[in-house]
């Protein structure tokens, strides 16, 4: 549980740094919108490596933390997509997300 909900706060932390200034930051200089980012992605790497050390120390293999990881980056940036950027969600968004749950739950049957 505690690797789940420390790469869910990366996650949110990483979607913020990659996208948020794309609603509102366009007219600010590329330079101090790299700047901010890389703060706001520290952070993310705060939350990121513990998770993934707890993670594999608790049995998880790197492949199983990896596809967790992405499988939550998607839920994280659909609700982003959504909320801030006001990008309506499709058929192909789902079919995506079908598609990568079920990679993660190949790597987890039989565990």
């Known amino acids: 549980m505690q690797t789940l ?3 869910a706060a990366s996650n949110i932390f990483m979607t913020v740094a990659w996208y948020w200034h794309l609603k509102g ?5 590329l330079f101090m919108v790299i700047m901010i980012s890389w703060g706001i992605a520290f952070v993310e790497y705060c939350l990121a ?9 608790s049995g998880w293999s790197a492949g199983q933390l990896k596809v967790t990881q992405e499988a939550i980056a998607l839920v994280v940036f659909g609700v982003f997509m959504v909320t801030v950027l006001g990008e309506p969600v499709s058929w192909r968004h789902l079919a995506a ?3 990568i749950m079920a990679a993660v739950g ?4 039989g565990k």
């Open 5 to 7: 909900l420390l790469l």
């Open 106 to 109: 190949f790597l987890f049957v």
């Open 25 to 29: 930051g366009m007219n600010k200089p």
């Open 97 to 99: 997300f079908g598609c």
């Open 49 to 57: 490596v513990p998770a993934n050390r707890i993670g594999f120390a």
